[in-house]
């Protein structure tokens, strides 16, 4: 047991997990790092198709189901349901991202769940919110381009999903978030509840700031590609190395700074530039100028100079850079994983810190069934009940 120094925020809280993909996977992982004990309950003998993913969706297993148990059963099968429902009654949360009626269809719906353990808090993540759309199958793609993020991502004509899960990654967050609310409320009234989270509604709350970029200016947002920038300097420039940096200059004391580093003293002296309207209304007559002389430095002399003047700036990196980048690891913020070829890799934690610390890897990413024993016998399952359920195969341990 953990003294009250090292105890982790959600030591103590069982949540009970029946998802795939990006959505459900990300809410469990949030609630499994911040010490609750999350247990995967995923098909036998296989698993979760997850694991399988190619292609873009090759890394989602590894990155999303660090801390978690995995309890493989057959719940089509009365002995596997059985013991899904022994292990619900020792749960405080039941998370599930599976289409609409898929749950209630197994006998494990909101009421179904609820008449096992009234106290419980049942989180459903789904593509909508109820309404008209509810009964829509939803991807990540499909709520992108119906509110307008796509259309926001792309150039003109050529509507572009964004380079990560986004509204899966943020739909997670936003259920745990009312988990978390819910337990909260609970500790005061004694009781649980059904919380619900839609993508459709997650993507909607992403793009509300070109909502009202048209309430506000009465004209509607253009995509980002052929946006027109708050300020003069918010651009990816190229060195003499043909490399690129993304350099940005938003206010007036940035501006001066970063004229007399990178030795434009004309600009800074300019009364028609002392503002940033009047920058932005001349972009035409600095950028050009601007691309000059960056293209007469190298790399290094650029970034040295924003680092030491304070200006923004990124060289352009691939999301595998991050594997070597100086401040993740040396600020501890990655944290290891076994691949299933028994290769240990690092990935990034929590971006958050409580009272100086982060949230790593305490369980490595799960085998099929690897904790069915342990779940199993502590539910009160014999070995050879547990013998049984295996030779019948509703349930599969992992060799390990």
Known sequence: MSTHENRLPLEGIRVIEFVHMVMGPTCGLLLADLGAEVIKVEPAPAGDNTRRLTGSGAGYWMTYNRNKKSFAVDIKSPEGLEAVKKLIATADVFTENFRPGAMAKLGLGYEDVKAIKPG?????????????????????????????????????????????????????????????????????????????????????????????????????????????SAWAVYDVFTTQENEQIFMGVVSDTQWKVFCEAFGMQDFANDPALLTNTQRVHARDRILPAIRRHILSMSKEEVMALCERCGLPFSPIRRPDDLFDDVHLNASGGMTAVTLPSGEQVSIPMLPFEMDGRRFGARLDVPSVGRDNHAILSALGYSPEAIRHLEEQGVAHTATP
């Open 120 to 228: 419980i808090i049942y989180s459903s993540m789904k593509g909508f919110l109820p309404g008209p759309y509810e009964n829509r199958t939803a991807l990540d793609e499909v709520v992108q381009m119906m509110t307008g993020l796509a259309y926001m991502t792309g150039p003109e004509g050529r509507p572009l999903r964004a380079g990560a899960s986004v509204n899966d990654v943020m739909g997670g967050m936003f259920s745990a978030v009312t988990i978390l609310a819910a337990l909260l409320q609970r500790g005061q009234s004694g009781k649980g509840q059904f919380v619900q989270t839609g993508l459709f509604e997650n993507s909607a709350f992403l793009v509300a700031q070109h909502m009202m970029q048209k309430a506000v200016t009465g004209k509607s947002a253009a995509p980002m590609p052929s946006r027109l």
